[in-house]
């Protein structure tokens, strides 16, 4: 398996599984607990990182400084976090980490919607909220490999 990926590049993971690549994310519009309601229809971005993650999910916590950190520097590019929790500890995460980004909180409801129940994962759409490229992201080598793909796939 290593002989392969070293042929191949590095590649995304369960890349194969959500929402299908070219459809429209099936959520558009949502309620965050820090910055109102946020309609896709309605931002002007060169696109959109939706980031699946859990309160439970230990995999998930080195995740939420890499994403301040890209939201802070990236504005053309807008990032929404969703969160699996009860509101009052998605504030309080969002405390725990300085998060300025959106962060919805979410059901597991929401995440048979969104076709996944993986943790943490990332949605790369268009600014049409066309699924790009999607895949588990466990670390800051894995979210530029999103980022890269994404950009390549937007502009093809």
């Not at 690549?21 to 910055?35: A, I, L, R, T």
């Not at 962060?103 to 993986?118: H, S």
């Amino acid at each position: 398996m290593q002989n392969r990926e070293a042929d191949h590049g590095p590649t995304l993971l369960k890349e194969e599984h959500g929402i299908p690549k070219g459809q429209v994310f099936s959520k558009q519009q949502f309620q965050s607990v820090n910055k109102g309601i946020i309609d896709l229809t309605k931002i002007r971005a060169n696109g959109f990182l939706i980031a699946l993650t859990s309160l439970g999910c230990d995999q998930c916590k080195p995740l939420y400084p890499i994403l301040e950190n890209y939201h802070r520097q990236n504005a053309d590019i807008q990032l929404i976090l969703m969160t699996v929790g009860l509101e009052e500890e998605v504030i309080s995460n969002i405390h725990k980490f300085q998060l300025t980004m959106p962060v919805v909180p979410i059901t597991t409801a929401d995440m048979k919607a969104m076709q996944t129940g993986y943790f943490p994962f990332m949605y790369y759409l268009s600014p049409r909220a066309e699924v790009l490229t999607k895949s588990l992201v466990f670390d800051e080598e894995q979210f530029a490999l999103l980022l890269e793909r994404g950009m390549m796939a937007k502009t093809a």
